[in-house]
């Protein structure tokens, strides 16, 4: 069965820690969207210093689709981040994070955009804790999930057996089924989850043997 993981993709702290309390007795993890305007054009939430004084029981996962980086990571390496994850579109130096990441005792996932081949992911799979394929182009929640991502989730499986691939945007029961059955171990779903009346029944909907 999958790990189902909420995507919190907002503008203000306060939904941050809003949209954590309504999934908290659900969960063991949270994806906290953060982008600057510019590697997408939808600017969200994005000061990690207000992290110090969020109170949750949950693993924070954060998605940092932000242009080079390397600059902030050290940022976001702090208490309760257990893991970062970076997009190989906007980064000149992958090694430089994977590196800061394991120092500090943090997983390090590394993330592709629908439009960028999977086998530029190659080099560096046996380095990184997660693949990450986005479903969506980098923007709000609510999109739809690309139709070549079940390719190119199959083709990352099949060249990494061991690899943990995580699938965000798009993520819905159906959509669910398809690259889980392609190889999928982790599903990001935002709009799904928040946008419905019963919060645990579409997370238990999206856990799919």
């Given amino acids: 069965m999958p790990e189902i993981i909420p995507s919190i993709n907002v503008q203000t702290f306060a939904e941050v820690q809003e949209r954590i309390k309504k999934i908290e007795p659900y969960v063991s993890w ?3 969207d953060v982008t600057d305007g510019i590697f997408s054009a939808h600017p969200t939430w994005r000061n990690p210093k207000d992290l110090f004084l969020l109170d949750t029981k949950l693993s924070i996962e954060v998605h940092l689709m932000v242009e080079e980086p390397e600059k902030i990571i050290d940022q976001w390496l702090i208490e309760p981040v257990k893991r970062v994850i970076v997009h190989l579109e906007a980064s000149k130096g992958i090694d430089v994070i994977i590196d800061q990441c394991k120092k500090a005792g943090i997983e390090c996932g590394l993330a592709i955009r629908p439009n960028t081949l999977w086998g530029v992911l190659v080099p560096w799979v046996e380095r990184v804790d997660l693949i990450q394929v986005l479903a969506v182009n980098p923007g709000p929640s609510g999109q739809q999930m690309s139709p070549e991502i079940v ?3 199959s083709h990352l499986r099949a060249s990494c057996p061991r690899c943990i691939i995580e699938v965000d945007g798009g993520v819905n ?3 669910a089924r ?6 999928a171990n982790m599903l990001v ?7 419905s009346a019963d919060i645990k029944n579409s997370i238990r909907a999206l856990q799919i043997d």
């Fill in 151 to 153: 390719d190119k989730i």
């Fill in 173 to 175: 029961p159906e959509s």
């Fill in 30 to 32: 949270c994806h906290l």
């Fill in 178 to 183: 398809r690259v889980i059955q392609a190889g």
């Fill in 189 to 195: 779903a935002g709009s799904y989850i928040f946008d």
